[in-house]
């Protein structure tokens, strides 16, 4: 009998166990660019996985950039957007590192992108607002060490190597 109660007990005790965390990982990437196939070097990030408090599964990426390119934006700041790529591309695309976020820093992140994009005026300037600025906070957000070296500016990939250089803990491996 005390076997039976044991069992029993075990048994309720998975039952009622709470479900496993669930969990969203932020990644970071970038894009060589060319001119063979119409795109500019560019950098943004993937969401994918599962919020903790809701369940509700992630699969989002936002990457900032000028809502028409054209040479206006070597003239200084223009009209602004967030790019939302396809999986196709972003296979294609260099992934610098991964991490797990909390569902705070997800809804964080979600919140600065809409500002980003919803911002009145003409936002996205080359050199001062462009898609590493955009990383670059999103990346301060959880916590990343990160600055803007002048030569990088337009630099997706070398700049991202750079974020892994100054941020040790990650593991990453620079990309070449």
Known sequence: MRRSIALLLALLSFALAPPAWADVRLSFHSFNGSVLVGRY??????????????????SENYGFTAKKVSTAILNGPVKQDISIEKPKYITGTNRHFTLTITDTQYHRIVAEMRAWRDAPGDFYDLDRRNCIHFVGK???????????????????????????????????????
């Open 138 to 176: 999103i990346a301060e957000i959880i916590g990343l060490k990160v600055d803007y070296p002048e030569q990088m500016l337009r630099r997706p990939k070398k700049w991202l190597n750079h974020i892994v250089a100054l941020n040790p803990q990650l593991g990453a491996k620079q990309i070449k």
């Open 41 to 58: 070097p560019h950098t943004f990030i993937v969401l994918e996985g599962t919020l903790d408090a809701t369940g509700e599964k992630v």
